[in-house]
């Protein structure tokens, strides 16, 4: 398996950031849910008729879609107030992910030199060999005890 530590360290820093990954998709899932709100009243105060988001799940869609930047454009406010409450959605999408996502990276910052100075380990002990590199499986022991 020529992936393994590379699975393994993945895996690690996915549970070890567990708690950071549930509060982001909270802290998302509430932002969607307020900005929806607020972009579908604030585009039905405005009186048009040519409005898009005409219902808060399709604001909750925008709400999403734009708080995580990926900007589809399938809907989009047409009045000021609607641009307004999409540009806090933007700044809080990104403030949300910014604040979280160093705390993951971290986290697998240290499980991957760990386990790079594991498979260093390794290839001093297994220098003699022919090219063959054998895991040592204290190695590997070693990894799995990370839980």
Known sequence: MRFSMACKVLHYTLVASLKEILLMLG????????????????????GSDEILIT???????????????????????????????????????????????PVIVNNFMMFYAHASSLDNKSAQINDGHSGNRIRDTDDEESMDKLD
Do not use: H, N, Q, R
């Open 55 to 101: 219902s808060i799940p399709i604001g909750i869609w925008y709400a999403l879609v734009t708080m995580t930047t990926v900007g589809y454009g399938d809907f989009y406010p047409k009045s000021i107030g609607g641009y307004i409450v999409g540009s806090g959605c933007v700044i809080c999408g990104v403030l949300v992910i910014a604040f979280t996502v």
């Open 27 to 46: 802290l998302l899932f509430l932002g969607a849910i307020t900005f929806a709100s607020l972009v579908y009243f604030g585009e039905l105060i405005s």
